[in-house]
C-alpha cells in the first residue's frame, strides 16, 4: 500500500508547487426541481476557453484559473444553461442548481450555443446516453431498455432478435464489464434475454466505454459499461409508474430529510405468463414465467463535504412447467458509497460492493427428482481520488480489492431420483488493482489522458487443483489449505488517449489500451441460458489480454448541433477460450479439460453521425467490421470469423417531436447475417442422416433488418398529475429476420433433405403503455 | 441431466410468442466423396458389419455410393484375427462373430492406398429392465406418448449409454447418448424426449440399447448436442471427434445390444 501511495504523493506535491498562484472554485451541480446530482455537465470559464472541466459521477467539478473577474458557465443537455459572475480572489465553494427544460419547451432550439466537449475532449470510443433518447427510442413490447438502445450504436452490436447480449467491436458477450452503481452485474438479462436487467424509471446515466478505457475500469477486455442509479428526489415526493401489456412498473422517490437526503425504489414485474393461459396445451396452460426486479436507493449529505449513498438491485426470473420442472435465476447487488471532499481540489469515494448470480434448476418428478444450484458472489473495496492539481492536470488514482467466490454446482436430490448428490468444489480468489490516471491540458489545443493500472489475479485454496494436458487428460493434481496461494498473475495495463484541436469544430483523436480478464464464462450454448458458468484464471486458464489501438477524427458543423466521428480500431486478442467438441460444462469437476485456448484480431471502422438538439434529433452509425478467431484445433488452424462478425451495421434513429403533445420516433436497423457453419455434404451414419462440415462459420445467415416506430401522447397538463401514452409498432414490415437456419431429412420429398429457416417476431407487434407521475 | 427440458421449455415458449419456419434454398459448398467408415461389434453372436461409404452433396438424394474393394478385419486384444469380407457393394460382414466384454478390438480398413485403424473397447453389459410409455409433456390436446428407459446403473465404475428408438419399425430420427456422471449407481428413468414422429397409444416401440465406450460416447453426444432442439440448444456444429486414424469421417464401435419391443399404452 505505501509502496504505491508514497510516489503518488511526492507527485502530487511537486504538482503543488506550480500551482500556487491559481485559486480554485469547486461545487456540485444539481438539478433544481429535484436535487438530482448531475452527472457529466460541463463548467467552464467562459472567458478563458480552455478552462472547463464536467461534474464527476457525484455532480462534483473542481476547477484552477488565475485571478481575475469571471463569468463562469454551467451547461447540461437538455438542462438551462446558467451564467455567474465571479470575482477569484480566493478558493471558491460554488453549488449551483440549474433547471430542466421543460418538455414543451424542448421544442424550441435551445438560445446558447451548444458545447464542443466530443471534440475537444481526449477521450474516444465512449457513448453517454441521455435518458430521454431512451425513452423515446421505440422497442418491442414497450419496454424501455438501455441495452437494447446502445445495441443501436456505431461499434456495438445486438446478440440476435429478443436478445439484450451485446458484442463490442468484435468482443465476446462476457467480455463486457457492466457496472450498475459500481456492482457487476454477472447477467444482465430477463428472460432468456428478450429484456435487460435494467429498468429505465431508475437509472440515471449511461456510459459505454469501446476503447481507450480509462484506467479506473478494468477486468473486461471489451467494453465498460457504467449504468448509474438515480438518487431520488431530495425536494418531493412523487410517484410515476407505467402499465403494459407485458409488464407494469411504478417508482417512488422522496426526501429523507429535505434538501439533505432523498430515497427512490422502482420494481417492475411482468405477466407475460398470461399468455400462456391461452394456449390449448395444458403443460403450457399450467406454466410460469416471468419476472420480477428491484431498485432502491438512499442517500444522505451530512454537509456539503460528506455523504452517504445506499444502493441495491434484486432481480429474478421464473421458469416453470406444470409439476415437472422449473428454473429460476437473478442477480443481486448492493453498493454503499461514502463520498468525501478532503478540499476544493481533491474527491475522495470509497465503496463496499457486493454482487451476486445465481440460478437453481429443479426437476419435481419422482423419478429423477433434483435440485441443482450454482452461484457467484463478489466482494469489493474501492478507494477512487480525484484531484485537480492545476487547472491543466487532473490527476485519477484508487484501489480496488475484490473477492470473488464462486460455487460452480451443487446438486441435491431424493431418495427415489435417478440423480446422486454432487457438489463441485467452490473456488475463492482476489481480483486486486491500483491504477493512476492524469487528465493533461498540455496546451489549449492539445490534450492527453494517460495512466496505467496494475491488476493481480490470486487464486486461492482450499480444493484440489489440477493441470490438463491438450487433450485433457489429468497431468497433476493438487491439494491446497485455505487461503494457499494456487496462482497468481499480474499485469501492466497501460491507458492513452489524446486529441489535438484542429480547430473549435474538428479534432483528431488517438488511443492505445491493454485490458486484461480474469474472470471467464463457460457457455457453449448459442442462445442466452442462465446456466451461466463463471471460471477465474488458474493453472489451465490464463488471463485474457486485448490491445487495442484506434484513431478517429471528430467534427461537429452548424454551431455544434451535428456531430460527426469517425473512429478506426484494431484489436489483439489473447487467450481467448472455445469449447471441446462434446464439452461438458455443467457440475464438471474437471470442466478445465473441457477448454481449448487460442487467440483472435478484431478491427474496423465506425461512422457516427448525431443531432443532439431541435425539434428532429437522432443518430446515423454504421460500423465496417471483421472479427476473426484462430484455434489450433478448429477449422484446421486457420482464422475463421467469428459467430458476433458482422461485415456491415447500420442504425438510424429518428426522433421527432410533431407537436407540444406528440412526439415521434421510428429505428431502423441493418446487419450483415451471424457468420455460422453449413453443411458442405451429408453421409448416413447409425441410420441417420448426418451432415458433414468443412469450414467453420464458413457461411452468412441473410442480412437482417428491422424498423420499429413509437409514438408519444403526453396528457393534457393537470396541477396535481402528469400521464402519457406511448404507442409502438415492433418489425413495421414484418421483415422475416432468420432466427436459424436447420437441416434435416424433406418431410415432403422422400430421400432427400431440405434447410428450414425459423424466424421468430416475424410480424408486426403493436404495444401500448400508459404512464403516469403525480 | 435434463438441462434439455430446459431449453425445450424455451423453445416451446419462443413458438408461443411468434416464430415461423420455412423451407429455403441455400447455396452450399460440395465437399463430397469423403470415406464414410461405420464399424460395429457387439457381443450378439451372428454377423458383425463394418460399411463403407462416401458422402454426397446437400442437395443430391440420400444415396451413398459404396466403397468397394477394401481389405477390412478386425483384431482383438489376444490377437485374434477376424477377416470381413464384402456383400453386397459396400458392406463388409463377418457370418459369426461375438465380441467380449472388456476386449478391446481393433479395426483395420485398407482402402484407396490408405490404412484406416480404430480401437475401441466394449464395455460391461447392463441390462435393460424395461420400457415405459407415459403421456408427453407437450401437445397434450394431441394425447401424445414418450418412451420411458428404466435400468440399474452399475455403481463405481463409469458407464456411457446410447439408444435407438423404432415406432412402428420407422426409426426416430435423434441422437439419444448419456452417461452416469450424475446418476453413477442409481436407478435410472429416461425419457427419450424427441419431436420426430408422433407417438400414440397402441403403436409398437422398439428399444435398442448399447453400452459404449467413452470416445464413442463424445461422438454421438457431440451429434446430440447439434440438434437444435438437443441440450446444446444448438452448438456450433462440426463432424464428431472419431477414433478413427487417419482422420475420416465414421466411427469405430464395440458395444454391448440388447433390444426390447412393448407395445405403447
Known amino acids: 500500500m505505501n509502496k504505491i501511495l508514497l510516489p503518488i504523493l511526492i507527485l502530487l506535491s511537486t504538482f503543488q508547487a506550480f500551482a500556487q498562484k491559481n485559486f480554485t472554485i469547486s461545487g456540485t451541480i444539481k438539478d433544481n426541481a429535484t436535487g438530482e446530482q448531475l452527472i457529466g455537465a460541463s463548467v467552464r470559464i467562459k472567458e478563458l476557453p480552455q478552462i472547463g472541466t464536467a461534474t464527476n459521477s457525484y455532480g462534483f467539478y473542481s476547477l484552477t484559473a488565475p485571478k481575475g473577474d469571471y463569468t463562469l458557465q454551467i451547461s447540461y443537455i437538455g438542462y438551462q444553461t446558467i451564467e455567474k459572475s465571479i470575482s477569484l480572489t480566493k478558493n471558491l465553494d460554488i453549488n449551483v442548481a440549474i433547471s430542466s427544460k421543460s418538455e414543451l419547451q424542448e421544442v424550441v432550439i435551445s438560445g446558447n450555443k451548444p458545447n464542443n466537449d466530443n471534440v475537444a475532449a481526449p477521450q474516444m470510443g465512449v457513448e453517454k446516453l441521455n435518458m430521454s433518447q431512451i425513452n423515446n427510442v421505440p422497442v418491442l413490447l414497450g419496454e424501455k431498455d438501455i441495452l437494447k438502445t446502445i445495441s443501436l450504436l456505431p461499434g456495438v452490436k445486438s446478440a440476435g432478435e429478443g436478445n439484450t447480449g451485446f458484442y463490442v467491436r468484435g468482443g465476446g458477450s462476457d467480455q463486457n464489464l457492466i457496472l450498475l452503481d459500481e456492482a457487476t452485474v454477472y447477467n444482465a438479462s430477463h428472460l432468456f434475454g428478450f429484456f435487460s436487467t435494467f429498468n429505465s424509471d431508475a437509472i440515471k446515466d449511461v456510459s459505454l466505454y469501446k476503447g481507450g478505457m480509462p484506467a479506473e475500469y478494468g477486468g473486461r477486455l471489451s467494453s465498460v459499461l457504467d449504468v448509474k442509479m438515480n438518487d431520488g428526489n431530495n425536494k418531493d415526493y412523487t410517484v410515476q409508474g407505467g402499465l403494459g401489456l407485458i409488464s407494469s412498473r411504478i417508482k417512488v422517490e422522496g426526501p429523507i430529510v429535505e434538501d439533505k437526503g432523498s430515497f427512490m425504489i422502482s420494481a417492475r414485474r411482468t405477466y407475460i405468463d398470461l399468455f400462456l393461459k391461452a394456449s390449448s396445451d395444458s403443460t403450457v396452460k399450467g406454466s410460469s414465467l416471468y419476472f420480477y426486479d428491484l431498485n432502491a436507493k438512499a442517500n444522505y449529505h451530512f454537509d456539503d463535504k460528506n455523504a452517504v449513498y445506499l444502493s441495491g438491485y434484486f432481480g429474478k426470473d421464473v421458469l416453470g412447467l406444470k409439476n415437472t420442472f422449473g428454473t429460476n435465476w437473478g442477480n443481486s447487488t448492493g453498493t454503499l458509497r461514502f463520498n468525501h471532499i478532503f478540499n476544493n481540489r481533491l474527491f475522495s469515494n470509497t465503496s463496499i460492493v457486493y454482487s451476486n448470480y445465481n440460478y437453481a434448476i429443479q426437476d419435481f418428478e419422482s423419478d429423477d427428482n433434483f435440485k441443482a444450484t450454482s452461484q457467484i458472489t463478489d466482494v469489493n473495496f474501492k478507494e477512487d481520488l480525484q484531484y485537480s492539481i492545476s487547472n491543466n492536470h487532473t490527476l485519477k488514482f484508487g484501489l480496488n480489492v475484490l473477492h470473488h467466490t464462486i460455487a460452480p454446482g451443487n446438486i441435491t436430490t431424493s431418495s427415489t431420483s435417478s440423480f446422486n448428490d454432487k457438489s463441485i468444489e467452490e473456488r475463492y480468489g482476489y481480483e486486486n488493482a491500483a491504477y493512476l490516471s492524469d487528465d493533461w491540458r498540455v496546451t489549449s489545443k492539445l490534450t492527453f489522458l494517460y495512466g496505467v493500472r496494475l491488476s493481480g489475479m490470486f487464486l486461492l485454496g482450499p480444493g484440489t487443483f489440477s493441470t490438463y494436458d491438450e487433450a485433457g487428460n489429468t497431468i497433476t493434481s493438487k491439494t491446497y489449505t485455505s487461503g494457499q496461494l494456487v496462482k497468481d498473475y499480474f499485469n501492466l495495463e497501460p491507458r492513452f488517449s489524446g486529441s489535438y484541436l484542429l480547430n473549435e469544430e474538428s479534432s483528431i483523436k488517438a488511443s492505445y489500451n491493454r485490458n486484461t480478464q480474469n474472470i471467464h464464462l463457460l457457455s457453449n450454448s448459442t442462445s442466452a441460458t442462465p446456466t451461466d458458468l463463471y471460471v477465474m484464471s488458474s493453472n489451465n486458464i490464463k488471463p485474457e489480454i486485448a490491445d487495442q489501438v484506434s484513431t478517429g477524427y471528430f467534427r461537429n458543423f452548424s454551431d455544434n448541433i451535428f456531430e460527426f466521428s469517425a473512429e478506426i480500431y484494431y484489436k489483439w486478442l489473447q487467450n481467448q477460450i472455445d469449447y471441446k467438441d462434446g464439452a461438458q460444462l455443467i457440475a464438471n469437476q474437471d470442466v478445465e479439460s473441457q477448454l481449448t485456448y487460442g487467440s483472435g484480431r478484431a478491427y474496423g471502422l465506425e461512422l457516427f453521425l448525431k443531432k443532439k438538439y431541435g425539434r428532429f434529433n437522432g443518430w446515423i452509425g454504421y460500423t465496417l467490421s471483421r472479427t476473426e478467431l484462430k484455434f489450433a484445433d478448429i477449422n484446421n488452424g486457420n482464422y475463421y470469423p467469428a459467430r458476433q462478425d458482422r461485415t456491415h451495421d447500420l442504425s438510424v434513429v429518428g426522433i421527432y417531436q410533431l407537436t407540444k403533445r406528440w412526439n415521434l420516433s421510428a429505428t431502423y436497423i441493418y446487419g450483415t447475417g451471424n457468420a455460422v457453419t453449413y453443411p458442405t455434404g451429408k453421409y448416413e451414419i447409425g441410420g441417420l442422416t448426418t451432415f458433414s462440415y468443412s469450414e467453420r462459420n464458413g457461411y452468412r445467415l441473410p442480412p437482417t433488418q428491422r424498423m420499429d416506430i413509437g409514438a408519444t401522447l403526453e396528457g393534457k397538463q393537470h396541477k396535481k398529475y402528469h400521464s402519457s401514452w406511448t404507442f409502438g409498432i415492433y418489425n413495421v414490415f414484418a421483415y422475416r429476420n432468420p432466427y436459424i437456419i436447420t437441416f434435416r431429412d424433406s418431410k415432403t420429398v422422400p430421400n432427400t433433405t431440405e434447410a428450414v429457416e425459423t424466424s421468430i417476431f416475424a410480424t408486426r407487434i403493436p404495444s401500448v403503455t400508459w404512464n403516469f407521475k403525480f | ?265
Open chain 2, 1 to 265: 441431466m435434463r438441462t434439455i427440458k430446459l431449453y425445450i421449455s424455451f423453445f416451446i415458449i419462443l413458438g408461443i410468442i411468434t416464430s415461423c419456419t420455412k423451407v429455403i434454398d441455400l447455396k452450399l459448398g460440395n465437399v463430397s466423396g469423403q470415406l464414410v467408415i461405420e464399424g460395429n461389434v457387439t457381443q450378439v453372436p451372428g454377423p458383425q458389419y463394418i460399411k463403407l461409404s462416401r458422402n454426397v452433396a446437400f442437395t443430391s438424394t440420400n444415396t451413398y455410393p459404396a466403397v468397394s474393394g477394401a481389405t477390412v478385419s478386425v483384431t482383438d486384444s489376444l490377437g485374434n484375427i477376424y477377416p470381413f469380407t464384402e456383400s453386397p457393394a459396400g458392406t463388409y460382414s463377418i457370418p459369426s462373430m461375438a465380441g467380449k466384454t472388456g476386449n478391446t478390438y481393433t479395426m483395420t480398413v485398407v482402402t484407396g492406398g490408405k490404412t484406416y485403424t480404430a480401437k475401441s473397447t466394449m464395455p460391461g453389459f447392463v441390462h435393460l429392465d424395461s420400457i415405459t410409455s407415459r403421456a408427453s409433456f407437450f401437445n397434450t390436446s394431441k394425447n401424445l406418448r414418450q418412451v420411458t428407459v428404466h435400468f440399474q446403473d452399475p455403481a463405481g465404475i463409469p458407464n456411457q449409454y446410447r439408444f435407438v428408438l423404432y415406432v412402428n419399425s420407422v426409426q426416430v430420427k435423434s441422437v439419444f447418448a448419456f452417461n452416469d456422471d450424475f446418476s453413477d449407481g442409481r436407478y435410472s428413468n429416461i425419457d427419450l424426449i424427441e419431436n420426430d414422429i408422433d407417438i400414440h397409444p397402441g403403436d409398437t416401440a422398439k428399444v435398442e440399447m448399447q453400452c459404449i465406450d467413452k470416445p464413442i460416447y463424445t461422438y454421438w453426444y457431440t451429434l446430440m448436442q447439434q440438434d437444435p432442439n438437443g441440450p446444446g440448444g444448438g452448438v456450433t456444429p462440426s463432424n464428431p471427434p472419431t477414433n478413427i486414424t487417419p482422420t475420416t469421417l465414421g466411427y469405430f464401435s464395440a458395444h454391448t445390444t440388447q433390444t426390447e419391443t412393448f407395445i405403447v399404452k
